[in-house]
């Protein structure tokens, strides 16, 4: 039996290398951690050319930041259920479920411990961020439209409330996570957000006299 990072078959160019790459860039994290991640090793992996990976990304930074963007980007997804509660339960369950798992679990050691020094992690972290913060927006404005929350709810404060107690366990306290922490941080923010404590917050500046 071939090992995991045995050469596989070559594949077709475009789409299919990247997806190839970026997947074996998320199992070489896995397995080895951020400080083993080679350019050289992921291109085994995914059976292509260390010269193909070099095209395309210049460094396994790059090459780490583009993978973990594009799988945060699109593994949680945007729900559509009806009713605030039970879309904001689905996100916060998601991102449980996400980063309580093996690969979520080596993402998060990689952009807050190995790799949190550098400044295209931490772009990687805002990249994320403001990209689920845009796909989200649709779920507030439904709720606005419902009259389920204010509407000068501020969309940011409000998915910060609610991802707030998941991190904090995850990367701080090192508590359980699982379905009832998701649930709890839902019951927080919907109880802030209808108290009218998540507006957005503009810096005040003098009048003049």
Avoid: C
């Amino acid at each position: 039996m071939q090992s995991a990072q045995a050469v596989a078959r070559p594949i077709g160019r475009g789409a299919k290398v990247r997806a190839a790459v970026h997947a074996a860039t998320l199992a070489e994290l896995l397995d080895k951690g951020y400080a083993a991640l080679t350019v050289e090793n992921v291109a085994q992996r995914a059976g292509v050319h260390k010269t193909t990976v070099y095209r395309r990304w210049t460094d396994r930074e790059s090459l780490l930041v583009d993978a973990l963007a594009e799988h945060l980007a699109t593994d949680i997804p945007v729900p559509d259920t009806g009713a605030i509660e039970t879309d904001l339960r689905a996100l916060a369950r998601s991102l449980v479920q996400t980063f309580t798992s093996p690969t979520g679990r080596a993402i998060l050691a990689a952009m807050f411990t190995g790799a949190a020094h550098l400044p295209q992690i931490a772009a990687a972290r805002r990249h994320v961020f403001d990209d689920r913060l845009t796909r989200a927006e649709p779920v507030i404005a439904r709720a606005i439209e419902r009259g389920e929350v204010p509407r000068d709810t501020d969309v940011a404060e409000l998915l910060k409330t609610l991802a707030a107690p998941i991190y904090l366990r995850l990367l701080i306290t090192a508590e359980p996570v699982d379905e009832a922490t998701a649930d709890q941080a839902v019951r927080i923010t919907l109880a802030a957000a209808r108290a009218r404590a998540l507006r957005p917050v503009y810096a005040s500046k003098p009048t003049a006299e």
